[in-house]
């Protein structure tokens, strides 16, 4: 990761508070279930199994995020721009820019 942040220009840093992950994966995995999945990530064909799934969100939350946390605060005193999304309404903000 920080090879990738050293060439990047620009980084969005995507920071939701982990309950909301689960909630969001929850609701995936529900309209997966019920065949009403509209546009799987990464164009998967097959439902991940839950458990795996929250295991790498919490993984992810843990072992990953403060680093990238870290690495972001170091690019900004770098000055590359960082853009730290922090909440569902930032999110939404953010990709409505787009």
Known sequence: MAARVARATDIVLIDLPLWVHFWLAAERQIAWAAGSVGG?????SEMPPTKGLFETIWE?????LPQLRELA???E???KTVVHLKSLEEL????ARL
């Open 60 to 64: 992810v939350e843990h072992n990953w």
């Open 92 to 95: 939404d903000a953010f990709t």
């Open 40 to 44: 799987p990530p990464a164009g998967i």
């Open 77 to 79: 005193a770098d000055g």
């Open 73 to 75: 605060t170091a690019a």
